[in-house]
């Protein structure tokens, strides 16, 4: 087993002779500083606020908040589907046809909610501005 090098009287670690050029420890330790004052410099300054990072909890949050989105979405179109069914008795037919306009709505509900598209409101005010 080997323990920890320690510097000989020299002030000299690692094996005896070697084809490199000798290193010393203030070398190494010069070395060392000046790395860590680069590294210093380059990394992002830190406010101690470590929630917002990427991959952190916020990403569980937008998560969770999509896929509830999603299943409202389905379990209304489910619920007045049965319902239509009870009041008319037309099983199974109003449960498909409000399972399928749930699920489109909670597809476009997740999309409004993540950005990917714009309420339709919003598209028509900003097409009048621009024409004013």
């Not at 860590?36 to 909890?57: I, M, W």
């Not at 509900?109 to 598209?123: D, F, H, I, M, T």
Request: hydrophobic share 35%.
């Amino acid at each position: 087993m080997a323990g920890p090098k320690r510097p000989d009287e020299t002030g000299h670690t690692g094996p005896g002779k070697t084809d490199q050029p000798e290193i010393r420890d203030d070398d190494l330790e010069r070395r060392r500083r000046a790395l860590e004052a680069s590294l210093a410099t380059r990394a992002p300054a830190r406010n101690g606020d470590e929630g917002a990072k990427p991959g952190g909890t916020t990403g569980y949050g937008q998560a969770l908040k999509l896929s509830s989105e999603f299943i409202a979405g389905v379990a209304v179109g489910v619920g007045l589907g049965w319902f239509v069914d009870r009041l008319a008795g037309t099983s199974p037919w109003g449960l498909i046809i409000f399972l399928l306009l749930g699920f489109c709505a909670g597809v476009l509900n997740v999309l409004r909610s993540a950005g990917l598209v714009a309420e339709q409101g919003l598209k028509k005010s900003a097409r009048d501005d621009g024409q004013d």
